[in-house]
């Protein structure tokens, strides 16, 4: 819980990669844009007509959050709120917006202008099973 890529060595020895569709990937990809910088920065150059999808780390201290030590040394409140933010820009011009987050009052404060709606999801992976089990999160967009 460093902050650090936490996923351990894979054992399988042999991985099996479905070339057969890697011409139409490649094609498919072919105007694709890759940037390597901050998220706000990638959020303000979208455009009108654009589809932003946003799944931040989820930092506000809740019961329901396992990873809140985590993720706040990744993803802090101030990123929070930077996040929604850049999405209220991105919305005023023109951009659909979706994103998911915490279900928690300080979160729906941040996009309180913004379509919420709470939605249930099973969480199957964590290192305690009494860790896992069902959860709330929100879905947030511009648009529903």
Known sequence: MNGEFNVPVGTKKNVILDTDNFSEISRLLGKTEVNVCDFEETIDRACAGDLIFADPPYTVKHNYNGFVKYNEKIFSWQDQERLSEALKRASARGC?????????????????????????????????????????????????
């Open 96 to 144: 659909y917006v979706v994103s998911t987050n915490a279900h928690h009052p300080a979160i729906m404060e941040l996009y309180q202008e913004f379509t919420l709606q709470s939605l249930d999801r099973s969480s199957v992976i964590a290192a305690s099973a009494a860790r896992r089990g069902r959860y709330a999160e929100l879905l947030i967009t511009n648009f529903c």
